[in-house]
C-alpha cells in the first residue's frame, strides 16, 4: 500500500503561480510512476504531468505533459523526502480543478503512457484555482 498526501493548492489569479506537492508513505520502493491529474466540475479525469522516479538507468526523471500544460507546469521529483511535485506557472482559468496525486509500479516508459484509470494509489486532491 501507498499513501498519497496532496498539498499547495490555492487561490489565485490569472497569471500566478502555485506549487503542488505530493508526499508519498508506505510501501514506495516499487511505485515509481506517479503522476498528476486534475478534474474540473462536469468533466472527466485529465492527466496533467508524469514521472518516472525510478532508476536513472531505467529512464528516472522521465517525463510527460499534456500539451495544455507544457512550458507551463514542471513536475519533478525529491526521492530523499519520496515527495514530487508540481510547479504552475503563467495559470489560467482553465486550470482550474481538484487536483490528485497518483502512484504505481510501472517501469521506464511505459510509465508515461498510463492513463488515470490505470493507477492504483490515489491522494485526496488538493483545488486549485484560477481567478481572471
Known amino acids: 500500500q501507498v499513501q498519497l498526501v496532496e498539498s499547495g493548492g490555492g487561490s489565485v489569479q490569472s497569471g500566478g503561480s502555485l506549487r503542488l506537492s505530493c508526499a508519498a508513505s508506505?510501501?514506495?520502493?516499487?511505485?515509481?510512476?506517479m503522476g498528476w491529474f486534475r478534474q474540473a466540475p462536469g468533466k472527466e479525469r485529465e492527466g496533467v504531468a508524469i514521472?518516472?522516479?525510478?532508476?536513472?538507468?531505467?529512464?528516472?526523471?522521465?517525463?510527460y505533459y499534456a500539451d495544455s500544460v507544457k512550458g507551463r507546469f514542471t513536475i519533478s521529483q525529491d526521492n530523499a523526502k519520496n515527495t514530487v511535485y508540481l510547479q504552475m506557472n503563467s495559470l489560467k482559468p482553465e486550470d482550474t480543478a481538484m487536483y490528485y496525486c497518483?502512484?504505481?509500479?510501472?517501469?521506464?516508459?511505459?510509465?508515461?503512457?498510463?492513463?488515470?484509470?490505470?493507477?492504483?494509489?490515489w491522494g485526496q486532491g488538493t483545488q486549485v484555482t484560477v481567478s481572471s
Open positions: 508506505g510501501y514506495t520502493r516499487n511505485n515509481n510512476c
Open positions: 497518483a502512484a504505481d509500479s510501472w517501469v521506464g516508459a511505459s510509465c508515461l503512457v498510463q492513463e488515470s484509470a490505470d493507477f492504483r494509489y
Open positions: 514521472i518516472y522516479t525510478g532508476d536513472i538507468y531505467a529512464g528516472g526523471g522521465s517525463t
